[in-house]
């Protein structure tokens, strides 16, 4: 999942508590929910049936668009195709508050049963999403709740990715390419954003319990990913002999990228979250990159959509569900991609692996 970086969301003072101190071994909630597995998130036959006769409608209120967003977004169609649940409106907020708030006032208007949402600025969607909620609309959160939110009351549920998963397998990924042993640099988001901050703190705290013969001797903090190919020049001259650089997710990698190739270094390996098409292929040209973790956000979608369902026939809802993770590599990225946003890689990618 692209991390929602431009949110402008502060995370819950425990669960960053808990980030800082690494004492995590499974990813939590914004408020420190624990996890439900999106496997676990079903109906039975009879539930379908008594949703499929309620005629109830959908709508998908998103934050941007991009390939994760379609992908979600196709999971969620689905998965209401199969409740006889209709949707009646899709929005892109550009990452613009007020047009947020515009595509709810928008949305009202049609009255829907369900609504999914990224809430973009937690101040600003509390007011925003309140016309919803006083409608007694079941809303389904990705990520982010509105400041006050309270489960069960104001939203069904959140779902989200398996941040420490992603994590971990960055971690053991990194680990399998250097033979288990070396020095590594960690590049991480230096925000507060349980999201990134969880993802980031699990291949830190994976290298250092699992991985005794891999020293973390470097790390840079990134909050600008434009800044990512000048941060990693000054980490390259000082670590001239790194064996790997994970990297918080992929847009600064490609920074990175650029860095060791204006630098020369075809030895150094690149692990970095979410997929992206430089890195790919990068990844099957056998370059730096040795391969990118990610969620599977088609599995995402659906877990949204039954999630909602729950809150139509008042069954209790988990209050955090997440969606699995994924490794892709050379080996697998055609098989990846699909797992990961339900499409096929981008072309370049797919005559790269000929």
Do not use: C
């Amino acid at each position: 999942m692209k991390p929602r970086v431009q949110l402008k969301l502060t995370a819950i003072a425990a669960a960053i508590a808990a980030l800082s101190t690494g004492a995590i071994a499974q990813t939590m909630g914004p408020g420190g929910e624990s996890p439900t597995l999106a496997s676990e998130v079903t109906l039975t036959d009879a539930e379908v049936q008594q949703i499929k006769g309620m005629d109830a409608t959908a709508a998908l209120l998103w934050h941007t668009s991009s390939d994760f967003v379609n992908a979600v977004t196709a999971g969620a169609e689905d998965e209401f195709k199969r409740l006889g649940i209709e949707v009646v409106a899709t929005t892109d907020a550009g990452f613009d508050s007020a047009k947020q708030m515009s595509d709810i006032e928008t949305v009202m208007a049609k009255s829907p049963s369900i609504i999914l949402a990224l809430p973009l600025d937690p101040t600003t969607s509390a007011q925003a999403f309140k016309s919803a909620v006083d409608a007694g609309v079941k809303i389904v959160l990705l990520s982010n709740v509105p400041s006050g939110y309270v489960q069960g009351k104001d939203y069904v549920g959140i779902v989200t990715d398996d941040l420490f998963q992603m994590g971990k397998q960055a971690a053991d990924a990194l680990a399998e390419s250097i033979g288990g042993k070396g020095k590594v640099a960690w590049i991480f988001h230096d925000a507060q954003y349980y999201v990134t901050n969880q993802r980031d703190n699990a291949f830190k705290q994976t290298i250092e319990s699992d991985y005794p013969d891999i020293e973390i001797v470097a790390e840079a903090g990134i909050a600008d990913p434009a800044r990512a190919e000048e941060i990693a020049n000054a980490l390259i001259t000082k670590n001239p002999d790194l064996d790997g650089i994970y990297v918080t997710w992929a847009e600064p990698a490609e920074g990175v990228l650029a860095a060791l190739r204006a630098a020369g270094n075809t030895t150094t390996k690149i692990v970095a979250l979410d997929l992206s098409e430089p890195l790919a292929l990068d990844m099957v040209n056998d370059g730096n990159v040795v391969a990118l973790t990610a969620d599977k956000a088609y599995e995402l979608g659906r877990t949204m959509a039954t999630v909602g369902a729950y809150g139509l026939i008042d069954k209790p809802a988990p209050a955090f569900s997440v969606a699995p993770a994924i490794t892709v590599t050379k080996e697998n990225v055609a098989d990846g991609w699909k797992q990961s946003l339900n499409r096929e890689p981008p072309q370049s990618v797919i005559d790269a692996m000929k």
